[in-house]
């Protein structure tokens, strides 16, 4: 496919799901977390407890250890969604929207520090939204002020030199060639492709279990 061709089917695509992710927070549960406005979609309702306690933890920590930080973004960022986008612990922010989305399974463990880091990165997003970014080399540069920043949280924390550390591994395995408009369409396609897998899992799961109640 023509990388012009690419663009417009991917900003087809992007569209398209903008559209969708309009309406999340109309139909989302709100709570205002230290004036931080959070919005839980969720599919399973079984896990509202653990994702609203584990944000909770998320966003109060940044407050406690790093308040300037904890200023900035809670003006930088339209709010928090939680949805289930993908399988895996994800987070995004799309300029157009605002938000800073966290997958749900991002928050159905107890690693509130990871999900806290996830919202300082995607909060630099925020912070950083007029900064062009086309190409793959001006994308990487942006990349690495997240992770920067991330770095700069975690080392406000107390016992964190581990996960200091692999934030610096990973600002140093970062590579141009992942942040090319074909290497973002690949993993965009994986993503919905495992989303798609775990929905039509969690249907099939759903009829057995009303076939074996019949
Ligand atoms: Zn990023």
Known sequence: MSRLLNRIVANMRAEAMLAVLRLLPLVSRRRDVL???T??????????????N????????????????????ARDLKGIL???FSPRPRAQYIRSFGYCELS??????????????MIVHEATHARLRRVRAHEAEQRLRVERACIAQEIAFLERLPHMSSRVESAQDMLKSLNAEDYTDAALWADYLSEWRAAAATATRRVAARDSRQSTSE
């Open 104 to 117: 749900t399974s991002t928050l159905l463990g107890d690693d509130f520090v990871s999900a806290a880091c």
């Open 39 to 52: 919005y839980l979609a969720l599919t399973d309702t079984n896990q509202f407890a653990t994702v609203r």
């Open 54 to 73: 584990q944000l909770d933890l998320a966003i109060r920590l940044i407050a406690q250890f790093d308040p300037p930080r904890f200023a900035r973004i």
């Open 82 to 84: 939680v949805y289930p």
């Open 35 to 37: 004036g931080v406005r």
